[in-house]
């Protein structure tokens, strides 16, 4: 629950040290970290103005606004939450094959579509990312030293061929795949 530290304090060690031993490397976790934390505060800035708890400061905004003793523990609380799971996250997808991850969920019993649709998802985001770089090299090679405005004509012709080849691609798949039955 919100405000209880206990089980969190005896997490935070037990995780740091399974970051350690798996030697990943720090900018990787920082990289992550910093990326989710911001917006986690943003929506956990409110509840030290809305939880109920003894007053500790009161101020005018446009309305009385109270911080209360309560809030600042559930704020706190919600931050460190995040900071674990961010940190526990980064280690099960750093240190397991995504087949295996998908695996995992299927024996959790996660709905099958989920597991299909993400299976799908990872295995063909790398043929879209292939194709984005070579779409990215005609069209740096096309706009070399011209006005950005050009590249930027350039970066749209890029954006609607990327998603006319991809719709096309996943109409080949489909079809291939109802033929297999």
Known sequence: PNGEFMDLIIFTPLIITLLILSKLPFGSIAKRTLVI???????ALSLPFISP??????FEFIVPLTITDEG????LSVILKAL???WIMTLLTAT???????????KLKLPTIFTSLLG???????????EVEHLNIGRNSRSFGKHPMIAMKGFGWML???FTRSFSRGERIYQ??????
């Open 160 to 162: 609607s061929s990327l």
């Open 37 to 43: 934390i911001p917006m986690v505060t943003m929506i």
């Open 176 to 181: 291939a795949m109802s033929a297999r039955g």
């Open 120 to 130: 799908f998802i990872y295995r063909y985001i790398f043929l879209f990312i292939d």
């Open 84 to 86: 674990l799971a961010i």
């Open 72 to 75: 600042i523990f559930r704020f």
């Open 96 to 106: 397991t094959r995504f087949r295996d991850l998908v695996a995992g969920m299927q």
């Open 53 to 58: 708890g003894k007053p500790l400061w009161t």
